[in-house]
């Protein structure tokens, strides 16, 4: 069974940081994509970035480039979220999801597991 178990949410003020991981079992962590999705609240769920089977592509949602950055572990079956200058506009549920494939995808269809999702909340 595979598990998502994402960690490290919580409120910072504006222009702080946090680091935000998730550990994943159950599966050949290292074979597959994995991908930060945030939902704030009365918003539909949108992609924030992704990172290839080996770490060596990501991609990244245009108001996250240049703050965000996505990395990954193999060997501790990890993915992290990198998050700093945030806004209050980054308040959101973020999730982290193991991909249906090696390579990146924006969109929800490419992925085939979901964590439960940690808070985030930024004060201005």
């Known amino acids: 069974q595979v598990q998502l178990v994402e960690s490290g949410g919580g409120l910072v003020q504006a222009g702080g940081s946090l680091r935000l991981s998730c550990a994943a079992s159950?599966?050949?962590?290292?074979?597959?994509?994995m991908g930060w999705f945030r939902r704030a609240p009365g918003k539909e769920r949108e992609f924030v970035a992704a990172?290839?089977?080996?770490?060596?592509?990501?991609d990244y949602a245009d108001s996250m480039k240049g703050r965000f950055t996505i990395s990954r572990d193999n060997a501790r079956n990890t993915v992290y979220l990198q998050m700093n200058s945030l806004k209050p506009d980054d308040t959101a549920v973020y999730y982290c999801?193991?991909?249906?494939?090696?390579?990146?995808?924006?969109?929800?269809?490419?992925?085939?597991?979901w964590g439960q999702g940690t808070q985030v909340t930024v004060s201005s």
């Open positions: 999801a193991c991909g249906a494939a090696a390579w990146t995808s924006r969109a929800e269809q490419g992925y085939d597991y």
């Open positions: 159950g599966r050949t962590f290292s074979n597959y994509a």
């Open positions: 990172i290839s089977w080996s770490g060596r592509s990501t």
